[in-house]
């Protein structure tokens, strides 16, 4: 054991924590902050592409598209048939994916959004095509609530009726890439709302099924 001027001599057990730690987060932040700029850098960049690249086939199904799922209209109109001809199971999938879609819009507008708040794309600086244009929304950009709203539909969806579950994603993948193509969304707020409405799906859906066995 050392003499005990030596011990006195030791900093105290605060400071080697406080030491440790700024010297550990700081560089740390600094990498994250590097990385997050890079991926806005990509983000920019594939958007621009996006935008600069003559599509006049895909211009008009894809304007259609973004503005078909503007309140989820579309998605409604799926649950509707679903309910309609799939019997029991086909009303319970109805209803997971309605919920699901409630919830991941009231996650996305009112909780993320707010905490991003990421300014809409340049359509004029980017040269989006007439053509393809749709409204402009006026809530921030991060992340897309359409994404979220179509991945969230076809999760819950997808896990009552399987067999539904591909082209619903589908579905939804070109909803997301609408928003792009259209000039609104950056695609990185699509890849985020997609998880987003993904994750959600999946603990609406989880949560309908446990307590639908709790009541058996």
Same mark, same amino acid.
């Given at each position: 054991?050392?003499?005990?001027?030596?011990?006195?001599?030791? %900093?105290?057990?605060?400071?080697?924590?406080?030491?440790?730690?700024?010297?550990?987060? #700081? %560089?740390?932040?600094?990498?994250?902050?590097?990385?997050?700029?890079?991926?806005?850098?990509?983000?920019?960049?594939?958007?621009?592409?996006? #935008?600069?690249?003559?599509?006049?086939?895909?211009?008009?199904?894809?304007? @259609?598209?973004?503005?078909?799922?503007?309140?989820?209209?579309?998605?409604?109109?799926?649950?509707?048939?679903?309910?309609?001809?799939?019997?029991?199971?086909?009303?319970?999938?109805?209803?997971?994916?309605?919920?699901?879609?409630?919830?991941?819009?009231?996650?996305?507008?009112?909780?993320?959004?707010?905490?991003?708040?990421?300014?809409?794309?340049? @359509?004029?600086?980017?040269?989006?095509?007439?053509?393809?244009?749709?409204?402009?929304?006026?809530?921030?950009?991060?992340?897309?609530?359409?994404?979220?709203?179509?991945?969230?539909?076809?999760?819950?969806?997808?896990?009552?009726?399987?067999?539904?579950?591909?082209?619903?994603?589908?579905?939804? #993948?070109?909803?997301?890439?609408?928003?792009?193509?259209?000039?609104?969304?950056?695609?990185?707020?699509?890849?985020?709302?997609?998880?987003?409405?993904?994750?959600?799906?999946?603990?609406?859906?989880? #949560?309908?099924? @446990?307590?639908?066995?709790?009541?058996?």
């Amino acid at each position: 054991m050392p003499p005990a001027t030596e011990r006195a001599a030791l %900093p105290p057990i605060e400071d080697l924590i406080s030491e440790l730690v700024s010297g550990s987060v #700081a %560089p740390i932040r600094q990498k994250a902050g590097r990385i997050l700029t890079d991926l806005s850098r990509l983000d920019h960049a594939v958007y621009e592409a996006v #935008a600069s690249t003559e599509t006049p086939a895909l211009d008009e199904p894809l304007r @259609r598209l973004s503005n078909a799922a503007n309140r989820s209209a579309i998605w409604v109109a799926i649950a509707a048939a679903v309910a309609l001809l799939g019997g029991r199971r086909g009303r319970r999938a109805a209803a997971a994916g309605l919920i699901s879609i409630g919830v991941s819009s009231a996650l996305v507008n009112v909780g993320l959004k707010s905490i991003a708040s990421r300014r809409r794309p340049d @359509r004029s600086a980017a040269r989006v095509l007439d053509e393809r244009h749709v409204v402009m929304p006026e809530s921030t950009s991060f992340p897309s609530g359409h994404s979220a709203s179509g991945f969230a539909f076809a999760t819950a969806v997808g896990r009552d009726l399987p067999w539904l579950a591909f082209p619903l994603r589908l579905l939804a #993948a070109a909803v997301a890439y609408s928003r792009v193509h259209t000039g609104v969304h950056y695609p990185g707020d699509a890849v985020a709302g997609s998880l987003v409405g993904g994750a959600t799906g999946l603990v609406v859906a989880g #949560a309908l099924d @446990r307590r639908a066995g709790g009541q058996r």
